[in-house]
């Protein structure tokens, strides 16, 4: 059972730039989510995507943007990056059967400089 | 509003008991998951309930009370490796889409 994989580990950017973040869901799983972790601080939902159409968003504004595709991997986008953009960017894949159960990966660690 | 309320930190030493608290103000509710992340890694999930009562699992427990919007997390027989940030997350409706609390830290001391 191969896990969440998120890449890059870390990347650097200045304001104003755009990034992608990708992520490869779990085997099996149909839904990935998005969520953003500021330092020390709990995951903020940012959206979810769920057999490749956006199923939920979080208080995030239109330049956070995502994709599924049809073997469920996903892209998270951000344009127009700001400071405050800076943040570990996490993926969750989860199963409509297991409620509350989200499979996480790693991470995609942002600095906006 | 939304929020959930849990503890900053908690600090105890090996072989003790710890309750961390959590109590949630959501516009709606399914159910309350518990994930452990420790420093650079990965959130994973812990425990899930959806209906009143205590849930087990070795030696960490779950335990929620609907009427109260309150829940907590229970570790038990505490080791180095449980030292780690904890986290409530309320999940509003079916679908897997979590509100997650600020964290709890637990520090464990030999």
């Known amino acids: 059972e191969t896990g969440v994989t998120q890449s890059p580990t870390h990347l650097i950017k200045t304001r104003g730039q755009q990034v992608t973040l990708r992520c490869s869901s779990q085997s099996g799983h149909n839904t990935v989510s998005w969520y953003q972790q500021a330092l020390g601080q709990g995951p903020q939902f940012i959206f979810q995507y769920y057999r490749e159409e956006e199923n939920g968003r979080g208080n995030f504004p239109p330049r956070f943007s995502g994709l599924q595709f049809p073997n469920y991997s996903s892209e998270l986008n951000v344009n127009a990056l700001e400071l405050d953009d800076s943040a570990l960017y996490l993926c969750a894949s989860s199963s409509q059967g297991l409620a509350g159960e989200l499979f996480f990966g790693e991470g995609s660690r942002l600095t906006v400089l | 509003g939304q929020s959930l309320e849990q503890p900053s930190e908690v600090t105890a030493v090996e072989g003790a008991i710890v309750q961390i608290n959590c109590t949630y103000q959501?516009?709606?509710?399914?159910?309350l998951s518990w994930y452990q992340q420790h420093d650079g890694g990965a959130p994973t999930f812990l425990s899930y309930?959806?209906?009143?009562g205590l849930e087990e699992t070795g030696r960490f427990s779950s335990f929620l009370s609907r009427s109260d919007s309150y829940g907590y997390l229970l570790l038990q027989e505490l080791q180095m490796k449980d030292s780690a940030s904890y986290f409530c997350a309320v999940e509003k409706a079916a679908g897997n889409k979590l509100t997650f609390g600020g964290g709890t830290r637990v520090l464990v001391k030999p």
């Open positions: 959501t516009s709606g509710f399914y159910g």
């Open positions: 309930n959806a209906l009143d």
